[in-house]
T-cell receptor, first 112, second 115 residues
Framework: QKEVEQNSGPLSVPEGAIASLNCTYS??????FFWYRQYSGKSPELIMF????GDKEDGRFTAQLNKASQYVSLLIRDSQPSDSATYLC????????????FGGGTRVLVKP | DTEVTQTPKHLVMGMTNKKSLKCEQH?????MYWYKQKAKKPPELMFV???????INESVPSRFSPECPNSSLLNLHLHALQPEDSALYLC??????????????FGPGTRLTVL
């Protein structure tokens, strides 16, 4: 079992719709959870982080954390073509020596 | 300001060349990182410097040699690389200190091609 798992996609979303991305992790001692966006050929850009159970909203993005079920999700509301990118889930956990462990990424395609 | 800068943006080198990648941050961060990223894969951690000391080396071949001259600068010296080392090399920094909110910010990367 991979430490951090994401569906590789592509997740195809009509413009204006909600994109829902999921990420599961295996280390129950994980403390911090991050979502990065990466455009093709570019570096990862931090979208948001979350470390408490529940929802955290920032503009069109909402991160949701459920530690009991060991998953974190990202919702993108009113999806725009410019949101087309790969979204990387990353986790800081004790099992990995407090290093940042990435999932494989979910590719999102927003179609006009 | 969450800017991490990297130079050069692109680098082409032969297998016998020696080159260096540079990374700089002025956010007062005390942890700096080197990652390697191949196409369609997530970043892979190579090295971590914490308070200017090498704290993590992820069993990286000795043809990659990191250096941290001061708290703002991080270098990666390259020598006798192989074509399979061609990748995007990413530098990142974070406040350090082991806090659970220790967020890493990435530089734009150096696209390395080894011929």
């Amino acid at each position: 079992q991979k430490e951090v798992e994401q569906n590789s996609g592509p997740l195809s979303v009509p413009e204006g719709a909600i994109a829902s991305l999921n990420c599961t992790y295996s280390d129950r001692g994980s403390q911090s959870f991050f979502w990065y966006r990466q455009y093709s050929g570019k570096s990862p850009e931090l979208i948001m982080f979350i470390y408490s159970n529940g929802d955290k909203e920032d503009g069109r993005f909402t991160a949701q954390l459920n530690k009991a079920s060991q998953y974190v999700s990202l919702l993108i509301r009113d999806s725009q073509p410019s949101d087309s990118a790969t979204y990387l889930c990353a986790v800081i956990g004790q099992a990995a020596g407090n290093k940042l462990t990435f999932g494989g990424g979910t590719r999102v395609l927003v179609k006009p | 300001d969450t800017e991490v800068t990297q130079t050069p943006k692109h680098l082409v080198m032969g297998m016998t060349n020696k080159k260096s990648l540079k990374c700089e941050q002025h956010m007062g961060h005390r942890a700096m990182y080197w990652y390697k990223q191949k196409a369609k894969k997530p970043p892979e951690l190579m090295f971590v410097y914490s308070y200017e000391k090498l704290s993590i080396n992820e069993s990286v071949p000795s043809r990659f040699s990191p250096e941290c001259p001061n708290s703002s600068l991080l270098n990666l010296h390259l020598h006798a690389l192989q074509p399979e080392d061609s990748a995007l090399y990413l530098c990142a920094s974070s406040q350090g200190g082991g806090e659970r909110t220790d967020t890493q910010y990435f530089g734009p990367g150096t696209r390395l091609t080894v011929l």
